[in-house]
């Protein structure tokens, strides 16, 4: 059980060019979904926190208008990246808590991996 | 906010010894620590998990303890394996369900 699909796994777009990636917990209902990005040798960051249903929270430094995120289901979020510039390259993770008072495990996606040229 | 250390950044041990990795939290409302293995290029794996009303849990050779007092947990490998070769993360949350995480640990496993 708790099994995370992030689709596409890998992609490679041109500069100036939008990316959409998809994230769906397969088996359990997820309230809330998460946003990260992790650079190379570095900790997870999170970018933002998403409720079904309602607008993302986003964290400080994340631009909202370059990085759409969209919760429409209780079992898949979407990560807009628009404009996608080099410097968005990078790997890209999504979580899903369980839809289970009180817990707060979280499971994750496998990743995209993001190449702006 | 909350603020998660982890150390060491890296640590090298023998195969068939143990492993210690420790992690300190600054909000005392923090009640949830899980802690994840992620191998190269792959997606964070929750291995071992304790909640703030118990002290220590373990699971075969992975054991992970806390201390609310001194607001520390740890994670706690015996018979090291190559395959326990990896980046381990500590994190630590709230009601809220958003982890902290730590900066990790490079665990490698000497044969």
């Known amino acids: 059980g708790a099994v995370v699909s992030q689709h596409p796994s890998r992609v490679i777009c041109k500069s100036g060019t939008s990316v959409k990636i998809e994230c769906r917990s397969l088996d359990f209902q997820a309230t809330t979904m998460f946003w990260y990005r992790q650079f190379p040798k570095q900790s997870l960051m999170l970018m933002a926190t998403?409720?079904?249903?309602?607008?993302?929270?986003?964290e400080q430094g994340v631009e909202k208008d370059k990085f759409l995120i969209n919760h429409a289901s209780l079992t898949l979020s979407t990560l807009t990246v628009t404009s996608a510039h080099p410097e968005d390259s990078s790997f890209y993770i999504c979580s899903a808590s369980p839809r289970r008072a009180g817990r707060g495990e979280q499971y994750f996606g496998p990743g995209t991996r993001l190449t702006v040229t | 906010g909350e603020n998660v250390e982890q150390h060491p950044s890296t640590l090298s041990v023998q195969e068939g010894d143990s492993a210690v990795i420790k992690c300190t939290y600054s909000d005392s409302a923090s009640n949830y620590f899980p802690w994840y293995k992620q191998e190269l290029g792959k997606r964070p794996q929750l291995i071992i998990d304790?909640?703030?009303n118990v002290g220590e849990k373990k699971d075969q050779r992975i054991a992970v303890t806390l201390n609310k007092t001194a607001k520390h947990f740890s994670l706690h490998i015996t018979e090291t394996q190559p395959e326990d070769s990896a980046v381990y993360f500590c994190?630590?949350?709230?009601?809220?369900?958003?982890?902290?995480w730590g900066a990790g640990t490079k665990l490698i496993i000497k044969p």
């Open positions: 304790i909640r703030s």
């Open positions: 994190a630590a949350s709230d009601s809220n369900y958003q982890l902290i």
């Open positions: 998403s409720n079904e249903g309602s607008k993302a929270t986003y």
